[in-house]
């Protein structure tokens, strides 16, 4: 069966690109009055919406093809880290928004500033940038193997390519003028889009297969392949290339979720757009009660496609084939080839719609911290003043250098996972590690302990990274020869290279200008208190 987009879905295809293009003009209306407006909303946002766009800027097409990608392949352990995502924002709604909102930043990398001087500030926000870089140029590149299937029905390099440019385009074109606030806004109607589409693939999933759920989850208890229970929820088994065990639940993802909640400008800019400190702590709770029934739906998708493609049995002896491209487009496939007309038009767009959310987020985060954290300061050493208006403008040169940069990441992913041949969202979470590292051992140092200065904050950073550049299997086979070398999963690289980067910056001593402030604003709270 070799079905294309009929007029039906190209129908709706171009509905949404007029919505797309009608919603960024509507959004946009409300120009930006200065840098913080641009970035921060004049913390005038709801929190709901805040709550939303966190979601959004969270799963993106990670979650679209990676989910069903994860279910297809494995079970539901991936699940049950998010145990770990909760305990996290707890941790950063009690112990870091409230330093951020009292101390006013409009980028997280700010609050370094106080504790270990400007240099450990510029330097954090340029680990952020390499770090968001590669998470967000492999989100662009997922997004686009979905695009390249829609246009030339495979993901052929040069297609994979011209889809890159087409997302990066869309995306800087959508969030350019109105800044962070249309950003917010559209990510909400984006969401609703992506999930609408997700429940649609499973009812339509559910009357295709001929059977009933009973069936199938006994189907999925016990595989035809002998393999274990695809429905397996908990997985206490001790394995260092395992990423979604027990233990790495309680270890790996808390840090990385306190990174990406607390420490990364891509998702704590959204919190710093609420008018409170409270609302901030709340946006973070709710978005993550969210995922849990979310990423539920695009796994069970991806269980519902191993029915379809794996167990002809429950098929009713209806044969179907696995597409030659490998699982990694096992979903695509099923959309362009086995969904009725029109619902391939809505499920596309809603790749498209969480792609463009997580990429217009990644535009503004990452112009912001080149605005307000690299070149206001750089201005500053020079002794220029500049209004307002021209950081604004800065902003947007900023997002069209950032757009480019992510298209040039996302090509190099599309080579970069095939070597890897990971599933897409732990290769999506893997390569965020690199920066995270680096970013928690500093901050860490700067909440708990009195100790650290910008030269250990530099040192830190990079060894956090070279740390984690350290424990990946082709670099492990380079400098050992093995063929066959040691695999860490990401959630132990992330917590070894904490560690160490902790260890680091803690070697520096502070300066006596930082312990006569830390002095003094002990003695105030005392005075207050």
């Not at 990694?328 to 029109?342: A, K, N, Q, R």
Request: aromatic fraction near 10%; charged fraction near 10%.
């Amino acid at each position: 069966m070799d079905l294309q987009f009929t007029g039906l879905d190209w129908g709706i295809f171009a509905l949404y690109l007029t919505f797309l293009a009608g919603s960024g003009w509507y959004f946009s209306q409300n120009r930006a009055k200065d840098s913080r407006d641009y970035f921060l909303a004049q913390n005038t946002m709801p929190m709901w919406m805040v709550a939303i766009s966190t979601l959004a800027t969270t799963q993106s097409a990670a979650t679209f093809l990676g989910g069903p990608d994860l279910g297809y392949r494995g079970d539901l352990t991936y699940l049950f880290t998010n145990l770990g995502a909760i305990i996290a924002a707890i941790i950063v709604a009690r112990l870091l928004i409230p330093h951020f909102y009292a101390s006013r930043v409009s980028t997280v990398y700010e609050l370094l500033q106080s504790r270990f001087g400007e240099a450990a500030k510029t330097r954090a926000g340029s680990v952020y940038l390499l770090g968001r870089v590669f998470a967000s140029g492999a989100r662009l590149y997922m997004a686009a193997i979905a695009v390249s299937m829609i246009l030339f029905n495979d993901i052929a390099a040069d297609h994979v390519i011209l889809a890159v440019l087409l997302l990066s385009v869309a995306g800087l074109l959508q969030t350019l003028v109105g800044g962070v606030r249309s950003v917010i806004q559209s990510d909400v109607l984006q969401c609703a889009v992506y999930v609408s589409a997700a429940l649609a693939v499973v009812m339509v999933l559910l009357w295709q297969i001929p059977a009933d759920l009973g069936q199938i989850q006994a189907a999925l208890s016990t595989p035809i392949n002998g393999g274990g229970s695809k429905l397996a929820l908990v997985d206490t088994s001790w394995d260092l290339a395992d990423p979604f065990n027990l233990w790495a639940t309680f270890t790996g993802f808390v840090l990385l979720n306190i990174a990406a909640f607390g420490l990364d400008q891509d998702v704590t800019q959204r919190l710093l757009t609420c008018r409170t400190q409270r609302d901030g702590a709340r946006a973070v709770l709710y978005s993550v009660i969210m995922v849990v029934p979310v990423m539920a739906v695009f796994m069970g998708i991806g269980l519902l496609l191993y029915i379809f493609y794996q167990n002809p049995q429950l098929m009713g002896g209806r044969e179907v084939s696995v597409p030659s491209g490998g699982d990694v487009t096992v979903f695509m496939h099923y959309v362009l080839h086995e969904m009725p007309s029109g619902l391939r038009g809505l499920v596309t767009i809603g790749v498209i719609a969480a792609a463009l959310s997580t990429l217009n987020s990644s535009l503004n985060s990452m112009a912001s911290v080149l605005t307000q954290d690299l070149y206001r300061n750089w201005l500053t050493r020079r002794g220029a003043n500049k209004t307002e208006q021209h950081f604004v403008k800065a902003g947007r040169w900023s997002m069209a250098l950032v757009a480019c940069t992510l298209a040039a990441m996302a090509i190099l992913c599309f080579y970069w996972q095939q070597i890897s041949d990971l599933p897409l969202i732990t290769f999506a979470l893997s390569v965020m590690v690199f920066a995270y590292s680096g970013l928690l051992g500093v901050f860490f140092t700067a909440l708990f302990t009195g100790r650290g200065n910008s030269t250990s904050v530099g040192w830190a950073l990079a060894i956090g990274f070279l740390v984690t550049l350290a424990q990946q299997p082709w670099m492990i086979s380079l400098v050992t020869g093995s063929e066959d070398p040691l695999t860490i999963a990401f959630t132990w690289q992330l917590c070894l290279g904490t560690l160490v980067s902790f260890a680091v910056c803690n070697l520096g001593k502070p300066l006596a200008s930082v312990i006569s402030s830390t002095t003094d604003k002990m003695d105030l709270k005392e005075a207050q208190s």
